[in-house]
């Protein structure tokens, strides 16, 4: 398991990222990264959120993903679909 930090995916706005979905690719990009709050005492990590986009006329369920990106590698990914856009369906992944 990976231990990211924002400034992992900060650098990857705009890039696509793909996620596997029931044995297929569905390419999500990245368009927000951001920090969601303060560290608490001791913690390991400054909380943060990313925002995906997915431009599938679906909206896919919260869980785990597989996702992989060109400058990232293939790591596990916890996506929570929160809104949807005239582009598609935003998803939004917290790391505290």
Do not use: C, K, W
């Amino acid at each position: 398991m990976q231990f990211f930090q924002l400034d992992h995916f900060a650098g990857h706005l705009n890039e696509t990222f793909m996620v596997e979905i029931d044995q297929m690719r569905a390419p999500f990009v990245l368009v927000e990264a951001r920090p969601s709050g303060h560290a608490m005492a001791g913690a390991v990590r400054e909380p943060f959120s990313l925002l995906f986009r997915n431009e599938a006329a679906v909206v896919f369920p919260q869980r785990t993903y597989s996702m992989s990106n060109a400058g990232m590698g293939e790591f596990g990914i916890f996506l929570v679909p929160i809104a949807r856009d005239r582009d598609g369906f935003i998803y939004q992944a917290i790391f505290n």
